[in-house]
T-cell receptor, first 114, second 113 residues
Framework: DVKVTQSSRYLVKRTGEKVFLECVQDMDHENMFWYRQDPGLGLRLIYFSYDVKMKEKGDIPEGYSVSREKKERFSLILESASTNQTSMYLC?????????????FGQGTRLTVV | GDSVTQMEGPVTLSEEAFLTINCTYTATGYPSLFWYVQYPGEGLQLLLKATKADDKGSNKGFEATYRKETTSFHLEKGSVQVSDSAVYFC????????????FGTGTSLTVIP
């Protein structure tokens, strides 16, 4: 069974903390994505990566950074957590190319910043 | 740029009712189209997909047809069940934009017995 695994289902962090969200996939996918999901706003792309050590900004990169040192692992970093970063974070991976290569999602991390 | 617009919810239906959730898209290239479903507290799961015009994706009684002339990919099910209660997302992936995925805002469906 193919899998995208996020390290935590629930996290509570304090304002100003540096927060790491980890995501691992076992499908040898080149592309990996981080989204945040908020009610009424759907999924918004934070960053994506199409190869090891490569990254591209998405629609809302401010306050976030990412790291991809190995193909299977894509980390999202909140440099200094703020309450407006309280959200559901979803990691996904896919294989590039034309045709219907779908994205596979992790189970999500619900982050609360207090 | 690429975008997806889907019908706003929430939608509440009685069991065995007919479901339609509208989805239209804008894309620079020739995208692949998807419907994802999200059950409470979970990540997104692929429900169905289509790669080219007039393709019909289907799964678990749900269907959607890729309509290039109307840039639409509406989701339908003939008879919904309580277990179909979830949030449904329409999405596209476009080779011309590096295989990024663009999602609609989601439509919440509640089916009552």
């Amino acid at each position: 069974d193919v899998k995208v695994t996020q390290s935590s289902r629930y996290l509570v962090k304090r304002t100003g903390e540096k927060v790491f969200l980890e995501c691992v996939q076992d499908m040898d996918h080149e592309n990996m994505f981080w989204y945040r999901q908020d009610p009424g706003l759907g999924l918004r792309l934070i960053y994506f990566s199409y190869d090891v050590k490569m990254k591209e900004k998405g629609d809302i990169p401010e306050g976030y950074s990412v790291s991809r040192e190995k193909k299977e692992r894509f980390s999202l970093i909140l440099e200094s957590a703020s309450t407006n970063q309280t959200s559901m974070y979803l990691c996904a991976s896919s294989s590039p190319g034309q045709g219907a290569a779908e994205a596979f999602f992790g189970q999500g991390t619900r982050l609360t910043v207090v | 740029g690429d975008s997806v617009t889907q019908m706003e919810g929430p939608v509440t239906l009685s069991e065995e009712a007919f479901l339609t959730i509208n989805c239209t898209y804008t894309a620079t290239g020739y995208p692949s189209l998807f419907w994802y479903v999200q059950y409470p507290g979970e990540g997104l799961q692929l429900l169905l997909k289509a790669t080219k015009a007039d393709d019909k994706g289907s799964n678990k009684g749900f269907e959607a047809t890729y309509r290039k002339e109307t840039t639409s990919f509406h989701l339908e099910k003939g008879s919904v069940q309580v277990s179909d209660s979830a949030v449904y997302f329409c999405a596209l992936s476009d080779w011309d934009t590096g295989n990024q995925f663009y999602f609609g805002t989601g439509t919440s469906l509640t089916v009552i017995p």
